[in-house]
């Protein structure tokens, strides 16, 4: 009896550390469900993407929740607005996801290129609110990360006229206007290609909003800091083949007001920012890439330095000769309409003097010496004197005297 005693507690020792082991065994393998979010939102925004590419409508809007009716009504206009813009590609790459139960709100970044336009994409962060029902995740709002910002498409039904070397895409604009903006980029790309002496796209696009105030929430700032200022160019700096596409956005209240001889040298002068970006960095100063597109703009113009330089002009005949060139906080925007003036004449003359005193193949091997360096400070001294032999005190007294002879 006793053995047997001995025995049953044995077994049942036995059996409750048995027991033990495969509790711990399943407590062990057990794996928390994988969250899935991202992946499922994913497939939610590659599916809205696709559907972009290929017209179709019904699956574009089929990522909107269906309880979103205000949203799903805005982006049924924007996809009919965008219609007729050719893209080659367009995509959303996700970042951070944040879930709270059935709701998750997502950082993506929106990217798509013109087709035969653009080699690299025209990017926007976009902040995404979602919802989960029925195991699938909708889109309930879509919103730029900056603030006041638009695409064109969401402005209007967008016109698209091709020119030999342009693509013009407008809103709210006769299609007889943006035939004439198309000619007259089409002027401007070898005018530019000319002057550049490089190879880069020949190509460039344009858009042209309805009105001033369009332009402003194109470029994500105040509309009032470029009233006057016919065009821009956007575009990052710097990053060769991997830089987001440029557009020319053309603000039409200013245009409107310019004559032929003045809507080529805006439009020249913004296609030679798209055409030397590769090359131009945060080394590069505002007075040579503003002056090399205005120098690139009246290289075959025969314009004279009086007519294209009034402001700077009235300065040194009265006596006031710039101490020194311009700095980049004389570009601003919105400030004195004089300053503005003084900079960009001035970074002209300064681009003038080195074509003329050291020729144009030094202009354009300084322009890429000063920009290809790894930091602005030291790059411009070290341009002056690397590719024309001289100094910033030297190249600075020099232009001074330029000036007084161009404009005096």
Known sequence: MAGQRFFGRGAGRRAASLAAAGLLLAVGCARPA????????????????????RHDEAGYLAALDPKAGRLRETDRREFENLADVPLSSWEYRLGQVRRSGHRATAQAELRYRIDGYDKAPVTEDRTLELAERNGRWYVTADRAVRDRTQQLWQQGDVDVVRGAHSLVLGVGQDRARLGEIAAAADRAVPAVSAAWGEAWAGRVVVLVPASLDGMGRLLGAPAA???????????????????????????????EVLGPAGRHTVLTHETAHVATRAHTSKATPMWLSEGFADWAAYRSTGTAAAEAAPELQRAVRQGKVPDGLPVDADFRFGGSADALGHAYEGGWLACELIAERWGEDRLRAFYRAVGDAEQRAGAEGKALHDVLGTTTEEFTAAWRGFLRERLG
């Open 34 to 53: 994988p969250d899935t979010t991202a992946r499922d939102i994913g497939r939610t925004l590659d599916a809205r993407a696709a559907a972009v590419l």
């Open 225 to 255: 800091g470029y009233r006057g200022i016919a065009a821009v160019t956007t575009g990052e700096t710097g990053a060769g083949a991997q830089t987001p596409a440029d557009r020319v956005i053309v603000n039409p209240e200013a245009y």
